[in-house]
Structures are given as structure tokens and as C-alpha cells.
């Protein structure tokens, strides 16, 4: 596909983005409508992925009228994607043609190849944009991406991120890919993004505390950690370095933001913030469900993207039942409908066009933080994850 058709196909998305301002209500029969006229339930049925667990559950695609019939499918664990993606099943795996695929490890040590379909990357184009405009990336950053090697997902993170803008707003947004591991092995690599000074950092916790390390050693820089106090928030903590000695501007003195991604992210996003002297962002890339949802600048949770999947919350009390109760009727609540404090596991509904994930519990334990709309305009509900 030339540039120019990928853009008149990502100026079609984006014509959407009314939808991130829409209200909940909007937003839900949004979903409802989707389930219905997508043909999601009817191209899932062909996988085997679902094939025979629906039809020992008999649930039929045909069935489903309301957004509350679809609580009678079956819910689908990373297990259940790791039997199906086997070799002997590949061929009826994917519900439609393949143009990407990605290694996927579940939460729960499951591994399974994910197929990506053409509308999969347009999609994920729109939702890195998303991104974006929400946590205030500009045309004039220079993003540095700590991934891991393809096979995995987070491997076209940086080409997602940079090839966005340019479709977007025929803007070329520099982005420089960098492996943590090959950086452990060759720590001088690091002189080289010295001298392209990144303002925005995207990489999980780990990674970005194991890279300040490795400037530490090779460069002499200091961290921001005297500067900034435990009780500060993400904002006051920038404000802080910038407030502080121009003799410790930190490990990499341009940057202004992280994107934060993986796990770990709501035990050591402060002590990034800490080490960096910036401003982080919860960047919740589910790459088992291509999904990428994001924290706002007011910083009271992760917005789901509603237009996005059928969000649901499984309560926490019925997952410790499920564990002694055999054959368990579930009673996931949908996540527009869910009170404020309410905590259990994230099942999500997507509308993939490889391999949409129905029901699909993404073993990420949330709590809601709220459904009204957020003082940054949007309206996708808020979670907390825990």
C-alpha cells in the first residue's frame, strides 16, 4: 500500500476522534452496535480457538441480541490461546488474512503466536496517535523506545509511534529503537542518543532503571533522587528538577516525559520519575490484545478506551469462588456499569480483525477509579491498576 492510501485510511480513523470526547452513554451504545453489525462473534466462531469451547458451552454467535447476552460465552484464558495456536490447529486459527505476526507471553508464563490483520496496524496506528494527544507528544520530540527484539510485540512499538505522526499530519517524529540488552553488552551505544537528547522516554520500569544505571557508570550523570521527596506527585516532581542545581539536570536533560509500560509500573513509576527528574505516564499496552490505553495528565487513572473492546470487570470475590466452584455462572459486571472502588481482573471484548479476543481475561487485577467524566475532557471510564 502506497503513503498516500495509508493516509486517506488513517484521516478516516481519525475522523473518529469525536468518540474520545463522547459521553459514556455514546460510548456504550457505541459498543453495543459494534457487537452487532461488526460480524466479530460470527468471524470469531471460525477459530478453533473458540470452535469447540462454544459449542460445548452452546453459545452460538447468532444468539447474541443485547451487550448482556454476550456474558453466556465461555471466558477465554491465555491457556486456552496457547492450545489453539499449536501447530497441528494453526491454519484455523486465524479468522481472516494474516499481514503481521507477533510472540505474545501471557501474565500467567503462557506463550502463543498473536495474528495482526491489516485493520489490526491501522488500528494500532489510531491508538498510538491516541497516545499522543493525550499525554502531550509533540511533533518536535525525539522519542527514545526501549524494546525487546521482534519476535515480541513491543518490537514495532517505536515504528508504530514514529509512522503515526507521518500519516497523521505528514509529520516525521524521530524515534530511535534500543534494545536494553544489547545496550547492557555495548554501553557506549548510549553516547549516540546523548547526542540526539531524547524529550520522550517509552520502555517499561525496569528497563528505564536499568538504562540510568548504565548512564551512570558510562557517563558520570547524576539522578534527580535528592531533588524530589516520596509524598511529591508526578507534576511537583518536575517541577523540582527543573527547580533544582543546573549542575544536576539529571541523566538525560531534555527529557520531559516516560511513557511507562509492562509490569511494574505502579510500583516503580516514581522511582523513574525519581531517576529522571520527569513526569511518567501508565501506558497499559496490552500487546496479548492489541490494545493500548493510557493515563491522562491529571494522573487519577488509565483510561479504557470504550470504542475500542467491551470492557468487564470480573469481581474479586468470584475469582477466589472460581478457584473451589466447578462450572461457575460468571458475573462480570461491564465496565460502564461498574461503581467507583470496584476491583477484580479485566475481561475484555475486542474487535479484532485477525483474531478477535472474546471475553478475554487479561489476568490484570484494576479497581475503577470512576465513570464520570475526567477533568481532561475525557469520558472512558478511569481504572486503577493494581
Known amino acids: 500500500m502506497t503513503d498516500s492510501a495509508d493516509r486517506v485510511r488513517m484521516e478516516e480513523t481519525i475522523d473518529e476522534r469525536d468518540l474520545e470526547q463522547a459521553s459514556l452513554e455514546r460510548l456504550a451504545e457505541s459498543a453495543k452496535s459494534a457487537l452487532a453489525t461488526s460480524g466479530v462473534l460470527q468471524r470469531a466462531e471460525k477459530s478453533a480457538l473458540y470452535r469447540a469451547r462454544w459449542q460445548q458451552a452452546r453459545f452460538y454467535a447468532e444468539s447474541v441480541r443485547e451487550l448482556s447476552d454476550l456474558r453466556r460465552a465461555p471466558l477465554t484464558a491465555e491457556r486456552d490461546l496457547a492450545q489453539a495456536c499449536h501447530p497441528s490447529r494453526i491454519k484455523s486459527y486465524a479468522c481472516s488474512a494474516v499481514q503481521m505476526w507477533f510472540w505474545v507471553t501471557g501474565r500467567g508464563g503462557s506463550t502463543w503466536w498473536m495474528p495482526c490483520g491489516k485493520q489490526d496496524i491501522m488500528k494500532m496506528l489510531e491508538l498510538c496517535r491516541r497516545m499522543s494527544r493525550v499525554v502531550g507528544i509533540a511533533e518536535e520530540d525525539v522519542a527514545l523506545v526501549l524494546n525487546q527484539p521482534a519476535p515480541t510485540a513491543s518490537d514495532s512499538l517505536p515504528y508504530f509511534l514514529g509512522y503515526a505522526h507521518k500519516l497523521a499530519s505528514g509529520a516525521r517524529m524521530e524515534v530511535m529503537p534500543l534494545s536494553p540488552l544489547l545496550l547492557t553488552h555495548r554501553p557506549a551505544w548510549a553516547s549516540f542518543f546523548l547526542k540526539r537528547p531524547p524529550t520522550v522516554l517509552v520502555s517499561t520500569p525496569a528497563d528505564a532503571l536499568q538504562l540510568a544505571e548504565i548512564l551512570k557508570r558510562n557517563t558520570g550523570a547524576q539522578s534527580q533522587t535528592g531533588s524530589i521527596t516520596a509524598s511529591q506527585t508526578a507534576d511537583e516532581a518536575t517541577s523540582a528538577s527543573q527547580a533544582g542545581n ?53 494522573h487519577e487513572g488509565v483510561h479504557i478506551w470504550l470504542d475500542t473492546c467491551i470492557a468487564e470487570i470480573l469481581p474479586a470475590a468470584e475469582l477466589e469462588e472460581r478457584e473451589t466452584s466447578a462450572g461457575l455462572r460468571s458475573q462480570a459486571v461491564f465496565l460502564h456499569e461498574a461503581k467507583p472502588g470496584t476491583r477484580g481482573e479485566l475481561v475484555v471484548t475486542t474487535f479484532g480483525e485477525a483474531l478477535p479476543l472474546i471475553r478475554y481475561r487479561t489476568g490484570e487485577t484494576v479497581e475503577v477509579v470512576s465513570n464520570e467524566r475526567c477533568k481532561c475532557g475525557l469520558s472512558h471510564p478511569r481504572v486503577r491498576f493494581l
Open 246 to 298: 543546573a549542575e544536576q539536570r539529571g541523566l538525560l536533560e531534555r527529557l520531559r516525559l516516560a511513557l511507562l509500560f509492562g509490569s511494574g509500573v505502579s510500583q516503580d513509576s516514581h522511582r523513574v520519575a525519581q531517576e529522571y527528574g520527569v513526569e511518567t505516564f501508565h501506558m497499559q499496552g496490552a500487546t496479548d490484545c492489541l490494545l493500548l490505553n493510557v493515563e491522562c495528565r491529571m
